[in-house]
C-alpha cells in the first residue's frame, strides 16, 4: 500500500514538473475583452519586450523566396494604450516601423492592423489602441548577399506618455530572414 501511495505521489509530482513552461521560453500575453486573443508564443526566434505597460512580440515569417512577414504583437497591459499607425493625423508618437538599407530590405505595401482600430470619440477623434492587436508588415529582400538591417519600432505609450523604440535587427544569412535584438 505504501509503495503504491508513493508511486502515485511521485508520479504526480513528475507530471506537474513535466507541465511546468520556463518563463523565458514563453511570453504569457493577456487577453482583453473584444481583443484578439494571444496565445503564448514558443518559437526561440520570437523577439519579445516585456514591459509593465505593453508587451511586444516581434517575428519574420517567410512567404516566399524574397517575400518576408514582420509580424508584430502588440498586447497592452494596465489600461495603456499608443496612437494607430492607421491614424490619418500627425502625432510623433504614433506607432511606426522605421528600417535602414533600403537597397537590401523594403517595406512591401502599407502596415495591416487586426483588429482596426477604432476613433475614440471621447479621446479627440483619434484612433486609439487600447486592445490587443496584431501589425502585420511584407517585407521585400532586394538583395542577394547575406546582410544586417537594423530597424525599431517607435510609439508613444499612454498613460506613461514615454515615447518607445524597440531596436531590432534583420538578419539575412543563406537566404533566411530572421530578427534579433539589438541593443540591451
Known amino acids: 500500500m505504501n509503495n503504491s501511495l508513493f508511486y502515485g505521489v511521485t508520479l504526480l509530482l513528475f507530471n506537474y514538473n513535466c507541465a511546468e513552461v520556463n518563463s523565458q521560453d514563453i511570453a504569457a500575453n493577456a487577453t482583453v475583452q473584444d481583443s484578439v486573443y494571444v496565445g503564448p508564443t514558443h518559437f526561440s526566434d520570437d523577439l519579445v519586450r516585456e514591459d509593465s505597460l505593453y508587451t511586444a512580440i516581434i517575428r519574420i515569417d517567410k512567404q516566399s523566396e524574397k517575400e518576408h512577414l514582420l509580424s508584430i504583437q502588440m498586447n497592452v497591459k494596465k489600461n495603456g494604450y499608443f496612437v494607430s499607425p492607421t491614424e490619418p493625423g500627425s502625432f510623433k508618437g504614433k506607432f511606426t516601423i522605421v528600417l535602414t538599407e533600403p537597397q537590401h530590405l523594403q517595406t ?19 484612433k486609439w489602441v487600447r486592445q490587443n492587436t496584431h501589425y502585420k508588415q511584407s517585407l521585400k529582400v532586394l538583395s542577394n548577399e547575406n546582410f544586417e538591417v537594423y530597424g525599431y519600432i517607435q510609439f508613444t505609450i499612454e498613460p506613461r506618455c514615454t515615447l518607445e523604440k524597440i531596436p531590432f535587427i534583420l538578419s539575412y544569412v543563406d537566404g533566411k530572414l530572421s530578427v534579433k535584438m539589438d541593443g540591451c
Do not use: C, L, M, Q
Not at 512591401?108 to 483619434?126: L, Q, R, Y
Open 108 to 126: 512591401n505595401g502599407a502596415i495591416i492592423e487586426t483588429p482596426f482600430s477604432k476613433v475614440d470619440e471621447n479621446e479627440g477623434f483619434v
